[in-house]
């Protein structure tokens, strides 16, 4: 079976950029996580979806973030204008519920100029 | 602010080795849960424990829940190479779905 699946795995760009980072959750799972990950910081939630639809943006840094998910099976994080403190590994989860456990992705390695 | 500390940071050792990480923190937890990252790839769960107090052994890992459910361990018997990686504990915050993950034990385990 196909795990969570992130595109790119890698992106450098400068800052002022817009970046788009793209998510395909487990099919039948309806919980979708957002997280990130920093040396500094840890693994933090930035939102979680239910049923395609935003629950909790309280981990979104800031105005500069925003996450959709236009149907079930697609999730996308944005960044615009992109800063070099939004370098770090960016990684979509998703479960069947939301107390069920969560499967990774692999990631995506954002690199801010 | 950081709620989970993970101890120690880095640890190597050799094959065959005994090892025990530590998930500490002052909160108490629903759930604490434990996951191992390799290099250029998402954490996978490996164990979820619930109840203060209990045990639960993988093989050769063996994951304790404190009496409290503020504090968890991790042992691993003679560790294999294979061992390797970035281990996360990651706690559940009662009433919510919310894990708040620790700064990660990061473990190299030489051949």
């Known amino acids: 079976d196909a795990g969570v699946i992130q595109s790119p795995r890698h992106e450098v760009t400068e800052m002022g950029q817009e970046v788009t980072l793209r998510c395909k959750p487990i099919?039948?799972?309806?919980?979708l996580f957002w997280y990130r990950q920093t040396m500094m910081r840890g693994l933090e939630l930035l939102i979680y979806?239910?049923?395609?639809?935003?629950?909790?943006d309280s981990g979104m840094p800031e105005d500069r973030f925003s996450a959709k998910m236009p149907n079930a099976s697609f999730s996308t994080l944005k960044i615009q204008p992109s800063e070099p403190r939004d370098s770090a590994v960016y990684f979509c989860?998703?479960?069947?519920?939301?107390?069920?456990?969560?499967?990774f992705g692999d990631g995506t390695r954002l690199s801010i100029l | 602010t950081q709620l989970l500390e993970q101890s120690p940071q880095f640890l190597s050792i050799q094959e065959g080795e005994n090892l025990t990480v530590y998930c500490n923190s002052s909160?108490?937890?629903?759930?604490l849960q434990w996951y191992r990252q390799e290099p250029g790839e998402g954490p996978v769960l490996l164990v979820t424990?619930?109840?203060?107090?209990e045990v639960k052994k993988l093989k050769r890992l063996t994951f304790q829940f404190g009496d409290a459910r503020k504090d968890s361990s991790l042992h691993i018997t003679a560790a294999q190479p294979g061992d390797t990686g970035l281990y996360l504990c990651?706690?559940?915050?009662?009433?919510?779905?919310?894990?708040?993950f620790g700064t990660g034990t990061r473990l190299k385990v030489l051949a």
């Open positions: 989860a998703s479960s069947f519920n939301r107390d069920q456990p969560q499967h």
């Open positions: 099919s039948g799972h309806n919980s």
């Open positions: 979806f239910n049923n395609n639809v935003p629950i909790d």
């Open positions: 909160s108490v937890f629903s759930s």
């Open positions: 424990v619930v109840t203060g107090g």
């Open positions: 990651a706690g559940g915050r009662p009433g919510t779905y919310k894990y708040i």
